[in-house]
């Protein structure tokens, strides 16, 4: 069920309460931790194929002001089973949700009063059409998405354990995500934008690679902000090896970088993902924030001059798809308000306490862009838990 979210700008106002972090440790080889207990625990628009020209989907309701967030990457079809702790086999039942890191992103930036675009290739088929006309619906700029005739919209099976963890079955060999040319690229788009957010699939194989690397490169020499979530999938890539130096490669040049845990402790070959030295190797010199992700804990945040946490929101899980994306949506959505929440460590942790109520909210529901909260639903989850 697609929500239809406000065309207005919206930056979070925290409840009638502060956290206040204690003092900082500081120190030239390990970024110190600090801990803050914060929180306890419409009808489709019509898309015809007659609106395709060529490969470019063309809009008739596009905005007059640039986004500040542009997503670029795969969006697809997640089949989500209908009861939990089966194997695909075993399922009785699928729920078709629309996915794709990138654009749950985008969706959930456009969820939460936002203003996104999204880039990226599907099929020309009955899932492409279906997925523009949800990006068009939540107010998610789609001028930049591409069709393809050859290649079909890729699919993803999830089984759900009990818990509402997940495993991926994909099918895409190839899909239209992977065939994105450079030359298909809307770069004004991109070069207007505040943010441009990016995951790693899209490294996977050429074209998209060189797709990528060419709107990474023409984001960062306008000056935007690059925002990279790897978002690991490895039975994706080739190989362990090469998905470490292909997520590896395009690492120096981000800006803000969410991880997880199990993401530092592949990119490490093994390490701690909880030792502050392990990090701290992650850390590039120009590099603005760095995210690490703890499900239900919440978050760390690493700068060149603070660090800390900031516990999340305490939920049932019902499905854990989609959650980083709305955390990312989530602190994007206040970053592309104000870059100055980086310098301020006060502001940056209430952005942070309102990222994880939108990754919390999440996982109350089956699949990602369907689940993906609304800023009124944040903010009084965010009241319930101070009450």
Same mark, same amino acid.
């Given at each position: 069920?697609?929500?239809?979210?406000?065309?207005?700008t919206f930056c979070f106002s925290p409840p009638s309460f502060r956290s206040t972090p204690p003092h900082a440790f500081t120190s030239k080889r390990r970024l110190s931790i600090k801990s803050s207990s914060g929180l306890s625990s419409s009808p489709l628009l019509s898309l015809s194929q007659s609106n395709l020209k060529g490969r470019a989907f063309t809009s008739d309701g596009s905005?007059?002001?640039?986004?500040?967030?542009?997503?670029?990457?795969?969006?697809?079809?997640?089949?989500?089973?209908?009861?939990?702790?089966?194997?695909?086999?075993?399922?009785?039942?699928?729920?078709?949700?629309?996915?794709?890191?990138?654009?749950?992103?985008? @969706? !959930?930036?456009?969820?939460? /009063?936002?203003?996104? &675009?999204? *880039?990226? #290739? @599907? !099929?020309?088929?009955?899932? /492409?059409?279906?997925? &523009?006309? *949800?990006? #068009?619906?939540?107010?998610?700029?789609?001028?930049?998405?591409?069709?393809?005739p050859g290649a079909r919209t890729a699919l993803a099976f999830v089984t759900l354990t009990n818990e509402g963890e997940r495993e991926f079955m994909f099918y895409r060999n190839p899909s239209a995500d992977m065939l994105l040319e450079e030359s298909e690229l809307d770069l004004d788009l991109i070069k207007k934008a505040k943010i441009f957010h990016y995951g790693s699939i899209s490294?996977?194989?050429?074209?998209?690679?060189?797709?990528?690397?060419?709107?990474?490169?023409?984001?960062?020499?306008?000056?935007?902000?690059?925002?990279?979530?790897?978002?690991?999938?490895?039975?994706?890539?080739?190989?362990?090896?090469?998905?470490?130096?292909?997520?590896?490669?395009?690492?120096?040049?981000?800006?803000?970088?969410?991880?997880?845990?199990?993401?530092?402790?592949?990119?490490?070959?093994?390490?701690?993902?909880?030792?502050?030295?392990?990090?701290?190797?992650?850390?590039?010199?120009?590099?603005?924030?760095?995210?690490?992700?703890?499900?239900?804990?919440?978050?760390?945040?690493?700068?060149?001059?603070?660090?800390?946490?900031?516990?999340?929101?305490?939920?049932?899980?019902?499905?854990?798809?989609?959650?980083?994306?709305?955390?990312?949506?989530?602190?994007?959505?206040?970053?592309?308000?104000?870059?100055?929440?980086?310098?301020?460590?006060?502001?940056?942790?209430?952005?942070?306490?309102?990222?994880?109520?939108?990754?919390?909210?999440?996982?109350?529901?089956?699949?990602?862009?369907?689940?993906?909260?609304?800023?009124?639903?944040?903010?009084?989850?965010?009241?319930?838990?101070?009450?």
């Amino acid at each position: 069920m697609a929500l239809q979210a406000t065309t207005t700008t919206f930056c979070f106002s925290p409840p009638s309460f502060r956290s206040t972090p204690p003092h900082a440790f500081t120190s030239k080889r390990r970024l110190s931790i600090k801990s803050s207990s914060g929180l306890s625990s419409s009808p489709l628009l019509s898309l015809s194929q007659s609106n395709l020209k060529g490969r470019a989907f063309t809009s008739d309701g596009s905005t007059t002001e640039s986004p500040s967030v542009v997503c670029f990457g795969e969006m697809l079809i997640d089949f989500v089973p209908t009861t939990s702790g089966l194997s695909l086999a075993q399922a009785p039942a699928f729920k078709k949700a629309p996915g794709g890191a990138p654009a749950n992103v985008a @969706v !959930g930036i456009a969820r939460l /009063g936002g203003s996104s &675009a999204f *880039i990226g #290739k @599907v !099929g020309e088929d009955e899932f /492409g059409y279906m997925l &523009a006309n *949800i990006l #068009k619906d939540n107010n998610v700029n789609n001028e930049g998405m591409r069709f393809d005739p050859g290649a079909r919209t890729a699919l993803a099976f999830v089984t759900l354990t009990n818990e509402g963890e997940r495993e991926f079955m994909f099918y895409r060999n190839p899909s239209a995500d992977m065939l994105l040319e450079e030359s298909e690229l809307d770069l004004d788009l991109i070069k207007k934008a505040k943010i441009f957010h990016y995951g790693s699939i899209s490294l996977i194989t050429e074209p998209c690679k060189s797709a990528h690397i060419a709107a990474a490169k023409a984001a960062k020499e306008a000056g935007v902000i690059l925002s990279y979530d790897p978002n690991l999938r490895l039975p994706l890539w080739p190989s362990a090896d090469n998905a470490r130096d292909e997520i590896l490669s395009v690492w120096d040049t981000a800006d803000i970088i969410k991880i997880s845990e199990e993401e530092i402790e592949f990119l490490t070959k093994g390490e701690d993902p909880y030792d502050d030295s392990v990090v701290s190797k992650l850390f590039h010199p120009k590099l603005k924030l760095l995210l690490v992700t703890e499900g239900p804990e919440g978050c760390r945040y690493y700068t060149k001059d603070f660090s800390g946490r900031v516990h999340g929101l305490k939920v049932e899980v019902v499905d854990t798809t989609g959650a980083g994306d709305a955390f990312v949506a989530g602190i994007l959505s206040q970053l592309a308000c104000d870059l100055s929440l980086l310098q301020d460590e006060e502001r940056l942790r209430e952005a942070l306490m309102f990222a994880n109520a939108c990754g919390a909210l999440t996982v109350k529901e089956r699949g990602a862009i369907p689940a993906l909260p609304t800023k009124e639903a944040v903010l009084e989850a965010l009241l319930k838990a101070v009450v």
